[in-house]
């Protein structure tokens, strides 16, 4: 089955510099990789996705990146603020449901 | 418009007691599931209904059953709780095949 690598498990940056989360997957079949905040408390939200058919795709402040060849794909934050502060989960998904990577808590300080 | 909504948000059993976790939807998605989140762990997936009359086994699927009771609702029962099934469990539905998943607000399940 599909594995997923997440790194790091922890990043702190201070408010306005860009945060950075890679992710690698080892299923060459997978076609979608999604990402999700969860905040203290909540659930998982979607906040960006990729499909293998296209090689970056940004949303404001978000933007993720996908090497297909590599099997690695990243997700970039710029200008952080505090209320980025949160869990973010990458996964990916292929003929299957989703596998998840196991987290990076980012704590963005004031 | 509630989206995916769990029942019990908290709870604590008693190594070997039962419970049933509820989770209803009104989004009429087809695909429902079920997935623990233990620290360090991510989500990982215990089962997963594809359609109505549907269920399949995830990752983790040992020590619990699942029922998919119609379009609707997808419940998780623990027959005889174990202190390692404490976690926090999520329910959470997808648009469709490779699409966003929707997610309840969570159980925080306790075994003593």
Known sequence: ?110 | NAGVTQTPKFQVLKTGQSMTLQCAQDMNHNSMYWYRQDPGMGLRLIYYSASEGTTDKGEVPNGYNVSRLNKREFSLRLESAAPSQTSVYFCASPTGENTEAFFGQGTRLTVV
């Open chain 1, 1 to 110: 089955g599909e594995n997923v690598e997440q790194h790091p498990s922890t990043l702190s940056v201070q408010e306005g510099d860009s945060a950075v989360i890679k992710c690698t997957y080892s299923d060459s079949a997978s076609n979608y990789f999604p990402w999700y905040k969860q905040e203290l408390g909540k659930g998982p939200q979607l906040i960006i996705d990729i499909r293998s058919n296209v090689g970056e795709k940004k949303d404001q402040r978000i933007a993720v990146t996908l090497n297909k060849t590599a099997k690695h794909f990243s997700l970039h934050i710029t200008e952080t603020q505090p209320e980025d502060s949160a869990v973010y989960f990458c996964a990916a998904a292929g003929y299957s449901t989703l596998t998840f990577g196991k987290g990076t808590m980012l704590l963005v300080s004031p």
